[in-house]
Structures are given as C-alpha cells and as structure tokens.
C-alpha cells in the first residue's frame, strides 16, 4: 500500500473523487485530512480549468487535502489517469496531518498535528506564465472563482462532435 496526497479533484466532493471508489481501477481508502508544510502554487489553469500544484516549494499556500492509502493497481490507475510524467509528476511531499479520518483496524494512526510524508501528483512541466497566476490554499472545482472543472468525459465529447463536423 501507497500514501497518495490528493489536492484537486480527486478529493471529496471534487469531479474526479468517484474514480478512487471505482473497484475496477483498484483500492483507495481515505486515511486523513493533511496540508503541506511547506507553501507552493495551487493554480487553476488550461481551458479545462485543471488544477495544478507547481513543483515551487517556498511559493503560494500552505496546501490542504487528503491521504488516501492506496493499491499497486490504484496506483497505477491514478499515474495514467494524471499523464506522469508529461502533465505531472509523483513526487514525495512532506504534510502536516488535520485530522485522521481511517476507518480501518490495525494501522499506524496519525495523529492530527503529526509530520508525514505522502505521493502528490506536482508539476515543474508547467508553463512560463503559471507561476504568477492567481493560487489557492484549498481547491474547489465549484469556488467563488467560477474556474469549473471540464471533466475527461466533457472534454472527450467536445473533440468528437468536432471530428464529426470536420
Ligand atoms: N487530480 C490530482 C492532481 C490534480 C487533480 O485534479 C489531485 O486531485 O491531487
């Protein structure tokens, strides 16, 4: 098992959070609420509004998500989902755990305000004007900046109604 942060719309509540529960593409399990320790951007960017955390420790917010523990296969699963390594990367980043949420017998539980250390889908691919876009401490595919997120789906439809029109 593998401790993945998530931050964008894998989260609860968020687009993609329903992909993690998708048996099909392995086992995740929420473990706990988190915000690394050190500051990075957290934009909204592309003309599918995608979140990305940029690669730049030192810069943005404190950014706050979610641990999840997750299988070989999830993990897998979630490496092709976020095209590693041409739109992001898995790196290891260091997090202060909120709140522990694991429901599971047997485990290490971490306590809120303890230090860890998790996997978070990060970027440095990033474009030149990125790092002075607006950055977020926590992100919300439906926030006040009305930035919503177009799903894979929305996206996919879009290109194949083009195609036909060609
Ligand atoms: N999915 C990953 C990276 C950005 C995104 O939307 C996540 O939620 O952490």
Same mark, same amino acid.
């Given at each position: 098992m593998t401790r993945v942060f998530v931050y964008g719309?894998?989260?609860? @509540?968020?687009? #993609? #959070?329903y992909r993690m529960f998708d048996t099909s593409n392995g086992k995740a399990e929420l473990i706990a609420s988190a915000s690394t320790t050190q500051k990075y951007p957290l934009i909204i960017t592309t003309q599918h509004n995608i979140p990305f955390l940029l #690669?730049?420790? &030192?810069?943005g917010h404190r950014v706050r998500g979610e641990i999840y523990k997750v299988d070989d296969k999830m993990l897998e699963f979630l490496d092709d989902f976020e095209s590693v390594p041409q739109m992001y990367q898995r790196t290891l980043v260091k997090l202060e755990v909120e709140e522990w949420e694991g429901k599971g017998e047997g485990e290490e539980r971490l306590a809120g305000g303890s230090m860890t250390e998790a996997f978070v889908y990060s970027t440095t691919t990033y474009q030149p004007d990125w790092p002075s876009l607006q950055s977020y401490g926590s992100y919300d595919?439906? @926030?006040?900046? &009305?930035l919503q997120y177009e799903t894979r789906e929305a996206r996919e439809r879009c290109s194949r109604v083009a195609e036909e029109e060609d």
């Amino acid at each position: 098992m593998t401790r993945v942060f998530v931050y964008g719309t894998l989260k609860r @509540g968020q687009p #993609n #959070n329903y992909r993690m529960f998708d048996t099909s593409n392995g086992k995740a399990e929420l473990i706990a609420s988190a915000s690394t320790t050190q500051k990075y951007p957290l934009i909204i960017t592309t003309q599918h509004n995608i979140p990305f955390l940029l #690669n730049i420790p &030192g810069q943005g917010h404190r950014v706050r998500g979610e641990i999840y523990k997750v299988d070989d296969k999830m993990l897998e699963f979630l490496d092709d989902f976020e095209s590693v390594p041409q739109m992001y990367q898995r790196t290891l980043v260091k997090l202060e755990v909120e709140e522990w949420e694991g429901k599971g017998e047997g485990e290490e539980r971490l306590a809120g305000g303890s230090m860890t250390e998790a996997f978070v889908y990060s970027t440095t691919t990033y474009q030149p004007d990125w790092p002075s876009l607006q950055s977020y401490g926590s992100y919300d595919a439906y @926030g006040d900046h &009305g930035l919503q997120y177009e799903t894979r789906e929305a996206r996919e439809r879009c290109s194949r109604v083009a195609e036909e029109e060609d």
